[in-house]
């Protein structure tokens, strides 16, 4: 019973993950999703963001 229990937390929080996941990156327009994607710690501020075809660059500063 405690086997089946875990099994379905575990279950379950893998789908919230996904499932916020999916949510937010289709909700963000593309910029904000490549400036999340990038991981850009929050200790840096944005000043300016260049895009290209595929390619995506970020100048920030530290706050």
Request: charged share 15%; hydrophobic share 50%.
């Amino acid at each position: 019973m405690i086997k089946h229990s875990l099994a379905i937390l575990i279950i379950f929080i893998l789908f919230s993950f996904f499932a916020y996941n999916a949510y937010t990156y289709h909700e963000l327009s593309t910029a904000e999703g490549a400036y999340k994607l990038a991981g850009i710690p929050k200790e840096e501020g944005l000043i300016v963001v260049y895009h290209e075809d595929n390619l995506w660059q970020f100048a920030t500063y530290n706050l």
